[in-house]
């Protein structure tokens, strides 16, 4: 049982890239999240998924897309990286019971 | 709006004594309440969470927490911190929706010897 794990751990991207950033889980929950995190800032969710084919925004949604084909994989996209998406960035998902497992998290710096 | 707010950014406690991190939320109902901690470099970890009932709750670690609906607050205690009790603490509220989860700015805890 790995429980939440993200790809890559790090990574560099040049303004205007886009990229993905992966998680998967294998505890059968339906609900996952993304968040991001900043200084000072604590965690801000991005975007939410409360089982395969169904998604919403989050508090700070705008310049990632995620889709939700299989329970297991939630990929959050970043479309056109800019200087402002640079944050760490974590994957959790959600038991019956409301308690978030989160992922080791994913360094992403844009230059 | 809804928001929740960590009032202290740093808190420095010594070995042995006691630790209170406060926690306040605005929301137009009583939402779900949960504390993580973060170690560098990790990711969060659940210390306890408050869906109803008893307002004391217990947590991991010997930690607990006292929801004061009047006082709209969740504040989270230790009676007596250990080094190892450093890092960073995260207030969260989340409504019915467990997916729309918001938290604190966090308060990172240094311990001294």
């Known amino acids: 049982n790995a429980g939440v794990t993200q790809t890559p751990k790090f990574q560099v991207l040049k303004t205007g890239q886009s990229m993905t950033l992966q998680c998967a889980q294998d505890?059968?929950?339906?609900?996952m999240s993304w968040y991001r995190q900043d200084p000072g800032m604590g965690l801000r969710l991005i975007h939410y998924?409360?089982?395969?084919?169904?998604?919403d925004q989050g508090e700070v949604p705008n310049g990632y897309n995620v889709s939700r084909s299989t329970t297991e994989d939630f990929p959050l996209r970043l479309l056109s990286a800019a200087p402002s998406q640079t944050s760490v960035y974590f994957c959790?998902?959600?038991?019956?019971?409301?308690?978030?497992?989160f992922g080791p998290g994913t360094r992403l710096t844009v230059t | 709006a809804q928001s929740v707010t960590q009032p202290d950014i740093h808190i420095t406690v010594s070995e042995g004594a006691s630790l209170e991190l406060r926690c306040n939320y605005s929301?137009?109902?009583?939402?779900?309440l949960f504390w993580y901690v973060q170690s560098p470099g990790q990711g969060l970890q659940l210390l306890l969470k408050?869906?109803?009932?008893?307002?004391l709750v217990q947590g991991i670690k010997g930690f607990e927490a006292e929801f004061k609906r009047s006082q709209s607050s969740f504040n989270l205690r230790k009676p007596s911190v250990h080094w190892s009790d450093a890092a960073e603490y995260f207030c969260?509220?989340?409504?019915?929706?467990?997916?729309?989860?918001?938290f604190g700015a966090g308060t990172r805890l240094t311990v001294k010897p």
């Open positions: 929301y137009g109902a009583t939402p779900y």
């Open positions: 505890m059968n929950h339906e609900y």
């Open positions: 998924s409360v089982g395969a084919g169904i998604t």
């Open positions: 959790a998902s959600i038991d019956v019971g409301g308690e978030q497992y």
């Open positions: 408050y869906f109803s009932g008893d307002t």
């Open positions: 969260a509220v989340a409504l019915y929706n467990n997916n729309d989860m918001r």
